[in-house]
């Protein structure tokens, strides 16, 4: 076939003498590259040519908010253009990935959250297989609605700065494998909860329902972060297909009596009150990491429930376990063998400092490692 007849078979026009060869790439990938271009920018190709006057209504994927500088806009400034742009979208165009990046808001207007709620049902309808909304507003956060995602296809989901609530029973997202929570309240949910998720990343959230404590229930999670919290603690359930695990313990005092990540106030009706909130959970964890800036009142209480750690080939741990005059916490480690197995110890200190040996019992100089990117 010559050429000429397959680039136009292919939805592409060959190059022309001046050298536009994007042009020449067929319509597929051009609905790629599009993909890549804030919605705003993607919209404008419209006027290139005559070819490229549809090709944004077929772009894989969407990104909301980003053609405004380090200044996310307001839903109410986008309302207009979003709401044409998903509705003049083709409806048999593939969506892969949408993402959404709003700036904060004082007060909430209920016009501005019913918007962007019909948004991200919009393209969940749509089958977008990544969804990603970040709201720019940690001290108040957006309430997302109450109605359950359905979806066959999401398989990556990330959200920040908003509310949630019975939004975080995913079990009506079958495929859904990667799950990102960050500075968000989570004060309304039981559980999180999801039987096909393998990672899953928390960072600086609130955590609190009505005096008890959220339930993580992901029985087949491959890697967790759990990177600081506040207000109260989550708790883990099993994971017997845990690889990898990070957690870090409450990071500053909040200055409420109540607050059991300060103080280890726990209600008498709570159902935790003798239970493990984190270690058991994480007992079939192959590498763990344990992280704590502050007084470790979390991992105090839960190694006296510490069960055995069978799988654990590394444990990673900061200078904070050395630091008691008495190393109650490193103590109680060490002295017990639910933590040695065939583990291997590493420790990450700020500052020189010496430890003995497990198998030998000689003392070891320690140099200053400081903290690797996690």
Known sequence: ??????????GA??????GDRISALPDDALHHVLAFLPAED?????????RWRHLWKSATGLRIGFGHGDTPPFVDSLRHFVNHLLLLRKRDSCLLTCELRLGPRVYWLVEERNNLNLWIRHVVDREVRMLRLEIHDFYYGFHLDNLPLVSQHLKTLALIGVCLN?????????NLEHLVIAESYIYEAPQISSKSLKHLS?????????????LICTPNLVSLRLDGHFASVPVLGSMPSLKEAFARDHIWDCGSEDCFSCNGFIPD????KNKCFLLQGLSEAENL???CDYNGVVFRRDLEWCPTFNNLRTLLLNEWWCLD???YGLNLISSTHRFWRSSTFIFLLRFPFQVRKRKTGRLIDLPSLGYPEM
């Open 1 to 10: 076939m010559p050429p000429s007849k397959r680039a136009k078979l292919d």
């Open 325 to 327: 005059p008495d190393f």
């Open 269 to 272: 009706e709570s159902d935790y």
């Open 289 to 291: 990491t344990l992280m």
């Open 42 to 50: 993607a919209v404008r190709t419209c006027v290139l040519a005559r």
């Open 166 to 174: 019975s939004l975080c029973n995913f079990s009506n997202c079958p």
């Open 13 to 18: 026009a060959l190059p022309d003498a001046g």
């Open 202 to 214: 928390i960072n600086d959230c609130y955590f609190g329902y009505k005096g008890s404590h959220t």
